[in-house]
Each structure stands twice: as C-alpha cells, then as structure tokens.
C-alpha cells in the first residue's frame, strides 16, 4: 500500500463466490495490506494490484480489454497473466497473485514472482552497442525495453542535460505548483542505470554523426561509436525574439532546470505574465495561481487552445481558468518586455515580476539534417520508425512517422507517444519488426479538471458532443466525413478508453 488507508472489499484470501463477479467484471478486495483486483475473463479469474505503477491511477474503474486492463487516468495497460506494464506511462510491472477454484468461490493466494518480459530472440543477432542520443521520454523508454528484453550488449545514454531522465508532465503541473517534491521527478534514481548496466552520459553534447564511421560525436570533443542509433533528441522551446525576452525573469519551460528557476522566482513575485494559452502556458498559469501568484495570460487566438479542441472545450478552458483568477488578454501579442513590466500590441502593460513563454517547441532535428537523414518538419521514418538510414532510429517529438489510424504521415509531442515510440524502436533495433501502431494519447491537467485525448485531428468538418463540456463530464468527438479522428475527454474515463480501443482495431 502507498497510503495508510486500511484495505478496502473482501479479504480475498478467505474467497469470493465467483458469481460476485461477472464475465468482464472487476472488483477491489484485499490481501493482507494489499489492495488486489480481482477481474474475471470467461472462466478465468486474474488477481493483480488494484492500482496502477504510474501514478496509482484506481485500475477497477479502468478498462478490461482480452486479457489486460487498462488505467482510466493515462491510458497505461497491463498483462492480467504477467503483470507487465505493455502500454506506458507506466514502465513498471504490477504485482499478481495466484488464484484458486474451490467450491464455487475464488481464493487468491501468494504472489506470483516476477518473471522475465522478454519476447524469444528474433532470428537476427542482437547488436554490440546501442546509443541512445537523448534522455527524455523516448531515450529512456527505449533503454528499459532493451533490457527488459534481456539484452546483453552495452547501452550508452547521451543528454546534454545536467539532470537524468525525469517526468517531465510534472515540470509544469505538481511540481511548479508546489504540491510534488523534487524526489518524485527523476523517472528512476541513479541506481537504476548502474544496476541496469545503462551508462548514462549527461551534459554530453553530441554535435554530429557520421553514418559512414558509424560514430557519435561530442561537443567536448572525442567520439563513441555504435551499432544501432536511437536518435530521440526531443524538442526545444521558442522564445519570442522580442525587446527583453533574454532578461533573467523571462522563462521558457522544458527541463527541471527551468522549471526549479520559475519556482524560485515564484517565490519573490507577485504577478506573472504567461505568454501563449496552449497546453503548457496554461499549466504553468494553473500551477502559478496554486501559488497565489496574479496571473495574465496574453496570447493572439480568440480561444484558449481552439485549434485543438474547438470552441467548446476553448470557452470552458477560459472559464475555468477566469474562475481561478486568471485574467485573459486574448487577440493581443507582448511586443517588448522591461524589468517590471511587459508591454501590448494593444497599446497597453502588464506590470509583471515573472514573464514565463509557453509558445511553442521546435524539434531538434539539426543532427539529423547534418548527418542527411531525411527530414522534413520532423525527422522521417518508416513504420517501424527507421530513419533513411538503416541502422539508424527516431522516436519521440522529433520522429514524423506515417500513422497508420489517418493515413498520414504525423509528428505529435505527447508523453506517452515518445515512450512508446522509444520501446518500438528498441525492439526493432534488436532486430523485431514491430510496426508502430499505437493511438497517439495526452492528458493535461488544469487545477482539478484533468482533460483527456486520444487520436490526432488536425482539422474536423464536425464537433460531436456527448455529455456536458462546461459540467466537466464529457466525450467530444471530432470527425471528418462520419469518421473519429479524435476524442477529447473530461471525467468519462472508460468512454475515453473504448474510443481509443475502437480506433486501435482498425490499426493492427
Ligand atoms: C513542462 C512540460 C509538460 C508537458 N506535459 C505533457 C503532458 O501532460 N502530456 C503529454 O502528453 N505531453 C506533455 N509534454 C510533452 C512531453 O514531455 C514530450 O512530448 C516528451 O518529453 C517528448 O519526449 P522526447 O524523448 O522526444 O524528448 P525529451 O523528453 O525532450 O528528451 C530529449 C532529450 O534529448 C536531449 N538532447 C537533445 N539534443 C541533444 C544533443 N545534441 N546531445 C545530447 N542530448 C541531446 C535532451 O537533453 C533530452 O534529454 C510536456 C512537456 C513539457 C516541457
Ligand atoms: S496513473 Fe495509471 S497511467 Fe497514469
């Protein structure tokens, strides 16, 4: 247990009568401390942990699909029969019980030991080394999946940043409003890497690649070479090219770094300016307002966030940012920035202590257009997220790849889809061939209103709406032609779920 609650349901270990429990149904018991979920599948009954290894999500009010279930907050999956975590956010296992038949009751017994996830070695040997330049969402992702694949050869880590893989979802949420200490944000502690034999290299700069030498080289100088190549190189965040945008109480947000620096501002100032009113500014405008800070947010579209989830969700996206304190000042741009004060298009200024620009990221495709991998918005791959060169990988918020859901060739910056990408292309680095097939998924969260996506729909010619956006329980669909492209969501997390799941099936 995480918490100490006592234990909630039945003690398993004394039985339930199995027709409690429904074909497909779930239910919350407990095994000593632990809280178990029992979940039925025709005659067969599954006993795992009753919440999920990302961030404890309640997995009961998630989603069964064959023999896995589903977590309703970020969409991770788990093996019933293992335990494995098979979708992320979630890169840890569940633990899972034995379950016993007797006398028409189920009786969960001791735990299962952790078996190996690894898939049988594919036909082709495995590479000597594989370097992974980046540690973000995708670097990481795909070292776990190399080794959770029993792979044997030598895995090195290259991030110009100072600090090791983190949760970087948190830098704008939790964490900057205060309630996430610094300990929860690194994605595993030091340990993990030594233990795992990952060696992880940080502030190392690679400033090329040689596809011919097959070799890595640093900003330092020196050079390491390489079998397989993940290139997962993230994105960087634009800073308005304005009077003052360089001075030291105007920010940008992409790594723990920035966002500990915001933090220690926030500590001083009284207002904040948040430039854009997209996913991130947004955030930090809900995290700062958690801080009593006075928040403005400028920005040049007529609705928070329309572009993506239409009119609708923009209004309320307003509204429950107005009813926070956060005062708007929409179709208006920052044209300078001064000390104390940051100046409108419109003519007029904001006083402002804090300038915080949340408008947008740039993929770091640099090195790959050096070493002359096609790139075009985004760096080109296959369906197996192949560059144009062989050998040589791309994941995560710099990988254009063609999306087999729209038939289009698409680049998205989520979470979980630069997780995912990075545990495909580790797998078809060590010579599987997995296509890459996953649904895209994001969540954001604002103050206590978490809003849930599935899909990609850059454009619609209909917004369908189930429930009530403004009541906060809603499924709004976006469609072209009478097909879903997308679906966004608040508090209907298992609709969220199966719109996901209809759209998988059409991709695998
Ligand atoms: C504050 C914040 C909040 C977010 N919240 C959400 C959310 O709620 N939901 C969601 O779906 N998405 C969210 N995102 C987006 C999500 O974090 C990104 O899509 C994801 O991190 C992309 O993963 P990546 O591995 O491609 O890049 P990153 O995680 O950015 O990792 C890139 C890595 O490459 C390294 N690197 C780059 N160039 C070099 C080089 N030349 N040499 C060495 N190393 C290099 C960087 O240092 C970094 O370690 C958020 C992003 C931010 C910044
Ligand atoms: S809590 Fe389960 S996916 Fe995040």
Known sequence: MADDKKPTGPDLTQGVPLSELADGGMLVGHVGDDEVLLARRGGEVFAVSAHCSHYHGPLAEGLLVGDTVRCPWHHA????RTGEPLHPPALSPIDCWKVEHSGGHVVVKGKHE??????PKPVVAAPDKVVIVGGGAAGFAAAEMLRRQDFKGSIVMLSDDEASPVDRPNLSKDYLAGNAPEEWIPLRGDDYYKDNGIELRLKAKVAAIDPRAKEVSFVDGGVTPYN????ATGAEPVRLQLPGADLPHVHTLRTLADSSAIIAQAKEAKRAVVIGASFIGLEVAASLRARKIEVHVVAPEKRPMERILGP????????????????FHLEDSPVAIEAKQVKLKSGGALEADLVVMGVGVRPRTALAEKAGLKVDR???????????VPGIFAAGDIAKWPDLYSGQAIRVEHWVVAERQ???????????RDRFNAVPFFWSQHYDVPINYVGHAEKWDEIEVEGDIAGKDCLVRYKVKGRTMAAASIYRDVASLQAEVVMEQETS
């Open 228 to 231: 397989r190549l993940l290139l």
């Open 422 to 432: 990075g545990q495909t292309a580790a797998l078809n680095m060590l010579g599987f």
């Open 312 to 327: 609708g969700f923009g209004d309320f996206v307003r509204k429950l940012h107005e009813e926070n304190g956060v005062v």
């Open 114 to 119: 952790t078996k190996s996830f690894a898939r």
């Open 77 to 80: 999956c788990f093996s019933l």
């Open 378 to 388: 985004g760096v080109v791959t296959d369906t197996f997220l192949e560059t144009s």
